[in-house]
């Protein structure tokens, strides 16, 4: 009688072996093609996103001196779309202003890939802790997107350390 050893390193050597085979036999030109979300669900807003929002805060290059980088994509939900030309604010307590410093806020527009960059002064902890605020709110866009406009999204992203340089968040708007 044949006795067969089954380990857990065997079955997972075995099984990363059979997708490098399907991965070669499939070509890798399927990696250069954009990959689009199907069914892609929109961010709810956050709790405590909406704190000393500024409605109408100006387009600006950066907020401050800079130093810090707030970064993030902004795509339509279902189809998982790139929107560009979307207005994004944001705000912060930093080194150089509370978050409910007009100082502290601004906005900024996507790309044509739905990418937006805020250079803005190194956040600090508020409450304990280092977090960025950003809104989407359809009243100051300025535009439609589609023919139609989104929902409104405040997000409150907490960064892991008060160290770090950037945050990025990501946005997935609902159509209104």
């Known amino acids: 009688m044949t006795r067969v050893l089954r380990t857990r390193r065997a079955l997972l050597l075995a099984g990363a072996a059979s997708a490098g085979a399907a991965f070669l036999g499939a070509g890798a030109s399927g990696l250069l093609a954009p990959v689009r979300a199907q069914g892609l669900a929109a961010t709810p807003t956050m709790r405590g996103g909406a704190n000393n929002y500024r409605p109408g805060a100006p387009l600006v290059e950066r907020i401050g001196h800079g130093g810090f980088w707030m970064t993030g994509t902004v795509r339509r939900a279902g189809d998982g779309a790139p929107l560009p030309g979307v207005r994004i604010q944001i705000w912060a307590?930093?080194?150089?202003?509370?978050?409910?410093?007009?100082?502290?806020h601004g906005a900024t527009l996507t790309d044509a890939d739905g990418v937006f960059r805020m250079d803005m002064p190194q956040i600090v902890p508020a409450f304990g802790q280092p977090h960025g605020h950003l809104a989407y709110d359809p009243e100051f866009d300025g535009r439609e997107h589609d023919g139609r406009g989104f929902?409104?999204?405040?997000?409150?992203?907490?960064?892991?350390?008060a160290s770090e340089t950037s945050l990025s968040a990501d946005f997935v708007l609902q159509p209104a």
């Not at 307590?93 to 502290?104: K, L, N, Q, V, Y």
């Not at 929902?151 to 350390?161: D, G, N």
Request: charged content about 25%; hydrophobic content about 25%.
């Open 151 to 161: 929902e409104t999204v405040f997000l409150r992203p907490v960064m892991a350390s």
């Open 93 to 104: 307590h930093t080194t150089e202003g509370h978050e409910r410093d007009p100082h502290s």
